[in-house]
């Protein structure tokens, strides 16, 4: 995947609307807000979602984050991610180049956990001499002072640059587990300084997260977050066009939306699991496999044991409403069973999908 982060911008494209729900958490580190605040009177983005509480006792902070006190940028955009690695740094291994199209990430940003919601680009980078890492000459003062410079001309400001706070540190562990499988894929877990900035801007707001690993393993976690309001993709089949489908091809491909890289049944997708409770309820004598799919985004073990896990979600629901678990078996398979184009977006949505196959 050949995705820019750090250096350059190149031709203006419309940004997606935005939209953002925050987490709210004290912190008693007065430093922390040193890069926070350049006055300006310009309104914030409208589509805010409502704050959910994160409550830790500490100190209050000496300064209180307020977006609406940074500056509104105008400056032309590229393509998202809208930025790329210094020189002589790479993507590379788990956690790679990786774009989820819609996602939850926990920023810090001096006195709270700030949950941003939108379009995610993250990558683990290290630096190479040629084809060659050299983990030894990552340099994490290079790499800020390079974010430092691009996020500046985009008009943006860095809001935090220091270690999580003490008294922080469990919410922020939980803020990413309850998000992501795999926390290690941000660097989350290694207790180093962690950067965030902001570029405010009325088309969506964009967020950069930076950290690194230990510096023996020579790592370094780049986050992007475009702000942009959720779509809902599934779409509800009922239970007499399931039972056509099921009849004459003996399946039928459901959209059902999950948690990010979870298995939780996201409430907009429960009224599509009532109409497979219909569908079985109407006819006793059908037996289901419920085969879980995914896109190709991750690795192909995490996609494996993702789709089974969400099969498994769906048959637990049917059976908790009085089906009989000997009517329905799970099953996942990956990515290995795309119907769609997983180099577009689109594709991939296609691709996220729970199939009901008739035994």
Known sequence: MNIRLLLSVSSAI????????????SNQAASAASGAVSAASASAPAAASAPVAITAAVTAPAQIFNIESLPVSTVPLGQFPYFSLPANYKSYGQGKDSVREYARFPFFVGDRIQMVEGKMYSTRFSYYVGTERVEQNFSPFEVEKNL?????????????????????????????????????????????????????????????????????????????????????????????????????????????????DKTEILPESQPQIDEVFKLLQSDPALKLSINGHTDNTG?????????????????????????????????????????????TEEGKAKNRRVELVKQ
């Open 14 to 25: 419309a940004l997606a609307a935005c939209s953002q729900e925050t987490a709210t958490v």
């Open 148 to 260: 430092d410079s691009v996020v500046a001309q985009l008009g943006g400001t860095k809001v935090f640059g220091s270690k999580i706070p003490e008294d922080v540190k469990g919410l922020w562990k939980e803020a990413f587990e309850k998000n992501f499988s795999n926390t290690y894929e941000f660097g989350a877990g290694f207790g180093e300084p962690v950067f965030t900035y902001v570029i405010r801007r009325n088309d969506g707001n964009i967020w950069v997260y930076y950290t690194t690993s230990p510096s023996v393993y020579g790592d370094g976690y780049l986050v992007v977050v475009q702000e942009k309001g959720f779509t809902a993709t599934a779409k509800i089949l009922d239970a007499g066009e399931m039972k056509k489908q099921i009849d004459s091809t003996g399946k039928v491909d459901l959209q059902v939306n999950f948690a990010t």
């Open 299 to 343: 690795g192909k073990a995490h996609n494996q044991s993702l789709s089974e896990g969400r099969a498994h979600s769906v048959v637990a629901t049917l059976v908790g409403k009085g089906i009989a678990a000997d009517r329905l078996k799970a099953a996942g398979f990956g990515d290995s069973r795309p119907i769609a184009d997983n180099g």
